[in-house]
C-alpha cells in the first residue's frame, strides 16, 4: 500500500431557495443542538424564527440569528424543581433510600413532565386561538417546521398551517425517536435507560421487552395523552397525534453509530451525531497559560452538565480532595461554595468552553456526567471519559462508552476519595482508554460529509421538494394486525387447516365407502 | 421567499491509503455497475484486481484500469442459452401457451442458474486448491474484497483469504438483497418479481408472503446449496454461507428510494443507485445530424438491452410499422434482420450512447425493455419511458415506473402495430409523464454527494478502517427464534399464566377456606 494525501472536492452547484424556517424548539439543552442548527442556516441566507415562551430559561428574545415570536405564557417547565429533583436523587442514592421513596420521587419527576407537556399543549392553543398570531405566522409564509420532538408543539402547529416537517432529534414524546419510525427488533436493540448492549442474555432481553412495554406505557400515558387529546380537538377523532409526528419528512437524529448500536433504520433518518463538534479555537488566554503551566501531566477537564453547577458538599470534598492528588491540573466548571478540600492543580469556573478544552493537545481526560453532547464531543476530541451520571439518560450513555472501553463510571452519590482517583488514574495512565477513543475518534470524523452540511442539506432539500414523501413510508396508517402480517399469517393458517381437514374428510370418506363395499361384495 | 444561486463546495482533506482492491465480478449486465467502479478506483491511485473465467462474456483480460487473474476454467454460464430463453418466453407468451409449459421453461431457467452456480463453486474451488495461485492473491496483500454477490464467489474467497468485504449489489444468490439484510416487513415491502406496490389489499398481502417463501425456498434450494455445500467443505459445518455472506461490511445498494418503495434500511447500506448516470457527452456526428433533423418532434430512443439485439420478425414489424408512423425520428438498438415496415424516420444502430442519447434535448421517449440500468439513466434524464418488458425483473421494474406515472408498459409478445403506436404517442404527448419524471429527476439529482462519490467513498472507508463493523449488526448469528423474541414472549406467557394460575388456586383456596369453615361456625 502507497500513502498520499487526496482532496476529494465535492463542488455541488445546486439552486436552493433562500427560505422561511420556522423553529419550535424545545427548551434547556436540546436548544444548544437548535441553536446550533439556527446559527449554520442563517448563516446561509434563510429566515428564521423561533417560537418561545415568555418564560424560557435558554432561548433568548433577540438573536441576530432569527427573529422570535414570543408566547406570553409560562410553558418552559420549571428549571428549579429540575434542580432539586437532581440534589434529591442523589440524596436518595446517597442514602440508600428505600424502593418506594426513589419510585415516588420518579413518579412526582413524571408528573411534572407531564405537566409541562399539558403546559405545552396550551401554548399551542393560545396561539391557535389568537388570531392575530396565527394569521402573522401564516403569511409569513413558512417553508418548513423545524422542530424538537421531545414536545409536540411543533409537530401540531406544523399540521394546522400545512408544513413540511423536518425533526432535529433524540427523545420523543414516546421515548427514544428509533423506537418511533424503525423496527426495532427487542432481541437485539436494546432500549435506551435500560443499561443493556446488542448482545444480550436471554434474561437481559426478557428485561429489555418488559422496561420497552412499561416505558411505552408511561410515555403514552403520561406524555402523548395531552398532545392526543389536542389532536383530537382540533384534528378530530380520525387523526391521532403519533400518526402526525410519524409523518414527519426528515428526522435529524442527533446520534451516529460509534455511539449507537448497530440496529434497523429508515430512509429518512439522517444521523447527524457530533454536528455540533469542530476542531478548538484557541483558549483565552489565563486558560491558556493554567493550562500549559500542566507540563508534560496535562490536564483533566470536569464538567457535569447545564443543570449542575455543584454538588452536596460532602460529595464535592471527596471529589476536589482526589482531583488535588493529581499530577495534572483540573479545570473544573463549578458555580456554587468553593470545596474546602480543593488543591491548588484545580481551577474553578463558572463556564468553559469545553469544544475548545477537549481539543487541546494538553487534555488528558473528562470528568462527565454523561450528556449525549459531552460524550460526542469527546469522542470527537478522542479524550476518555471517567462518568459521573446524575440523571436521566446519562446512566445509560456511559454504559455504552465502558463497553467500548473508553469509560469509567462511578456512582457520584457514594463517591470516594480514592476509588474516584483511582479510577482517573487508571483512564490516564492506562493506554487502551485512549487508544480505544482514538479509534471512535478516527471514525467519528470519516464521514462523507461533515454532519451539520448534512442537516442543513436535508432541511433545504425538504423546502426544495415539500417534503421527501419519497423517503418516508406510510404504513404507519396500517392497523398493528396488518402491519405485522398476523391477518395473513392467520388466513394462511386457516387454509392450512381447512385443507388438511377437508382432505382427511375425503380419506375417512373414501375409507368409509370401502369398507362399507366390502360386505356388499362379500354378499 | 427570495431565490438565489448558491455554490455548496464540500471539501473533504482526507488521508486515503491507495490500496489493493481485489475484485470478483458478476458476469453479464452486472459486469457494466462494476466496471464504473473500477475505473473510478483506478483514477484516484487504487490497483484493482479483477478475477475471471477463461470463458468470461464481458469481462476483458486486458485493461488500462485493472490487472486480471484468469482462472482456466468456464464458469460464467451459457450466454446463448440466456438468448434462446428470452425468445422461448417471448413465444410462450405470444402463443399463450399453457401454464405447465411456462412452468418446465422456468425450471429449465433454474436449473441452468444452478448449474452456472455450481460452477462458479467450482471455480472457487479451483482458486483454492492452485497453491501457486492462492498464495500469489495472499501475497499480493489486498485490502479489501469488492463482489457482487448475484454470486457467491467473491464471499467464499474473502473469508478465506480474511479480507473485509464491500458488495456492490442489488441481487443475491437469495434474491433481493435487502431481505437478505434489512428487516422486510411483508405488509407493506413488496417482493420484488411479485408486481407489487407498498399499499396492498388483504389478497395483495397474502399473494406477497406465499411468493416471498417460493421464491426464498428455491433460491435457498437451487442456488444457496452449492455455496452452502462448499462453506462446509472449508469453513466447518458451523459456519453456512447465508452468515458468512451477511457479515459483509458494506452493501453499495444499486437502487434508490426514487426507483424504490420507502422501507427500512440498515446502517451499512448505502445506496448508489444512479451512480452510472452522468451529464451527456457529445454525440458522435452522424447521430446529432440525424438528431437535429427530427425538427421541434423531437427522437425517441429504442433499447431492449444487452442481450436482446432483435425479436422475432413479426413482432420486429409491428414495432417497426408503429415507429414509422410517429413524426418523431427513431433510433433504434437493432442487431438482426432489418424489419420489412421500417420507416424512414427510424435509423437501426448496432450499438447506441445510451446516457448521451438520454440527456438530449431532443429526446421525447425511452423504448425501454426496463432494466435496472436504463430505467435509472431514463429518470436521471427525465425522459418517460414505454416499456416493452422481456424476463426477469423487468416487469416489476417497469411496473414501479407505472405506479409513478411515467411509464406505461406493453406486452411485447403480443403487441400490435396500433397499440404500440397509440401507447407511443400517449407517453409523448400527454403532459404529465414527463411532469412525473422530471418531478423524479429532480429528487435524483438531488443528492448530498454524487453517488459515485459515496461508493468510492466507502470502499475507501473499508480499507482504511479494515472493516465497517460499528455500522453492522450481529443480530444475524442469533437463533431465528431468539432473533423474533418468540422465546421470551412464550416465557412472559408462561410466567403469566402461571401468575394467572397461582391467584386462581390460592382464592380458592381461600374460598374453600371460607366455605368450610362457615359449617363449623354454625356448629
Known amino acids: 500500500m502507497f500513502h ?161 416537517l423536518v425533526f432535529n432529534v433524540r427523545w420523543t414524546v414516546h421515548g427514544e425517536a428509533h423506537f418511533s419510525i424503525a423496527p426495532s427488533p427487542l432481541s437485539y436493540v436494546p432500549f435506551p435507560l435500560a443499561l443493556l448492549t446488542d448482545r444480550m442474555t436471554f434474561f437481559q432481553r426478557v428485561y429489555n421487552m418488559l422496561f420497552y412495554i412499561v416505558r411505552l406505557f408511561l410515555y403514552r400515558r403520561i406524555v402523548g395523552a395531552h398532545y392526543s387529546a389536542l389532536c383530537n380537538r382540533y384534528f378530530g377523532p380520525d387523526l391521532d397525534y403519533f400518526e402526525l409526528f410519524q409523518a414527519a419528512d426528515i428526522w435529524l437524529m442527533r446520534v451516529d453509530f460509534v455511539f449507537e448500536f448497530p440496529r434497523p433504520t429508515m430512509p429518512n433518518i439522517v444521523y447527524i451525531g457530533c454536528f455540533q463538534c469542530k476542531p478548538p479555537s484557541p483558549l483565552p488566554a489565563d486558560l491558556e497559560a493554567f493550562v500549559q503551566s500542566s507540563g508534560e501531566h496535562g490536564v483533566v477537564i470536569m464538567s457535569l452538565g447545564t443543570l449542575v453547577g455543584d454538588l452536596p458538599p460532602d460529595i464535592d470534598n471527596e471529589i476536589a480532595a482526589a482531583l488535588a492528588e493529581l499530577p495534572q491540573k483540573v479545570i473544573w466548571r463549578h458555580t456554587g461554595k468553593r470545596p474546602s478540600t480543593l488543591g491548588n492543580n484545580t481551577m474553578l469556573v463558572d463556564w468553559l468552553p469545553q469544544n475548545d478544552l477537549l481539543g487541546h493537545s494538553k487534555t488528558r481526560a473528562f470528568v462527565s456526567h454523561g450528556g449525549t453532547n459531552g460524550i460526542l464531543e469527546s469522542i470527537y476530541h478522542g479524550i476518555p471519559i471517567v462518568g459521573l451520571p446524575l440523571v436521566f439518560d446519562q446512566h445509560d450513555n456511559l454504559s455504552r462508552m465502558k463497553y467500548r472501553g473508553v469509560a469509567t463510571v462511578l456512582d457520584v452519590a457514594t463517591i470516594e476519595k480514592n476509588v474516584f482517583l483511582e479510577a482517573l488514574q487508571h483512564v490516564i495512565n492506562e493506554p487502551s482508554y485512549k487508544i480505544n477513543m482514538l479509534k471512535l475518534s478516527k471514525l467519528e470524523r470519516d464521514k462523507p460529509i461533515p454532519p451539520l452540511d448534512s442537516a442543513i442539506f436535508w432541511i433545504e432539500f425538504v423546502m426544495r421538494h415539500k417534503g421527501a414523501g419519497h423517503l418516508r413510508t406510510k404504513s404507519y396508517k396500517m392497523s398493528w ?23 382427511f374428510a375425503v380419506i375417512r370418506y373414501i375409507c368409509c365407502r370401502a369398507c362399507m363395499k366390502k360386505p356388499f361384495e362379500q354378499d
Chains 1, 2 share one sequence.
Open 4 to 164: 498520499s494525501v487526496f482532496t476529494i472536492a465535492i463542488i455541488l452547484t445546486v439552486s436552493v431557495d433562500c427560505g422561511r424556517i420556522l423553529v419550535f424548539p424545545h427548551d434547556g439543552s436540546h436548544w444548544v443542538n437548535m441553536n446550533t442548527l439556527i446559527k449554520e442556516l442563517h448563516s446561509k441566507g434563510h429566515h428564521v424564527t423561533v417560537i418561545r415562551a415568555a418564560d424560557s430559561w435558554y432561548i433568548k428574545e433577540h438573536s441576530p440569528h432569527y427573529n422570535s415570536i414570543t408566547v406570553d405564557f409560562a410553558a418552559s417547565g420549571d428549571e428549579a424543581f429540575f434542580k432539586l429533583f437532581v440534589s434529591r436523587q442523589l440524596q436518595i442514592r446517597q442514602e440508600k433510600c428505600q424502593f418506594w421513596t426513589s419510585f415516588s420521587l420518579d413518579m412526582e419527576l413524571k408528573k411534572r413532565f407531564s405537566e409541562m407537556h399539558r403546559k405545552i399543549c396550551e401554548m399551542v392553543v393560545h396561539i391557535i386561538e389568537n388570531q392575530k398570531l396565527i394569521s402573522s405566522i401564516r403569511e409569513a409564509k413558512n417553508d418548513v417546521m423545524l422542530t424538537d420532538p421531545a414536545n409536540g408543539g411543533g409537530v401540531l402547529l406544523a399540521h394546522y398551517l400545512a408544513l413540511p
Open 481 to 503: 394486525y396488518a402491519y405485522h402480517s398476523i391477518d395473513v399469517i392467520a388466513f394462511l393458517l386457516l387454509v392450512v387447516l381447512l385443507t388438511a381437514l377437508l382432505t
